[in-house]
């Protein structure tokens, strides 16, 4: 698979992940440029970091603000990717519930 292929394929496959796939095509937009919305904008950044595909990814306190059904959406997320991108990956949760948590933990 060439670079430009795998790395099409890989995007495809975030945005499909993170529910963002309208947003390839649109800005992020700042305080004059409207853009995509704030949930929106948060998983575009995961999903920037992500596409890096960095041999660490480092993930502090990122489930803040999040209601919990979204939360746990975002640590499956981030499992089905460090296992697709087979990178690693910390994650620092506070308070989070046993569903976080086994979702978190590492694949024997």
Not at 15 to 21: D, K, M, N
Not at 25 to 44: D, M
Not at 99 to 107: A, M
Request: with cysteine; aromatic share 8%.
């Amino acid at each position: 698979m060439s670079k430009s292929h795998y790395r099409k394929t890989f995007l495809e496959i975030l945005a499909r992940i993170f529910g963002i796939e309208h947003t390839l095509n649109t800005r992020v937009g700042n305080e004059f440029i409207r853009g995509v919305s704030g949930g929106e904008k948060k998983r575009v950044s995961i999903a920037e970091t992500m596409v890096t595909r960095g041999a660490v990814g480092c993930w502090d306190n990122s489930t803040r603000g999040l209601d919990a059904s979204t939360a746990l959406e975002y640590c499956r997320s981030l499992r089905v990717l460090t296992n697709l991108a087979k990178v690693s990956t910390i994650v620092t949760i506070y308070q989070a519930g046993e569903g976080l948590y086994e979702v978190s933990s590492p694949c024997e």
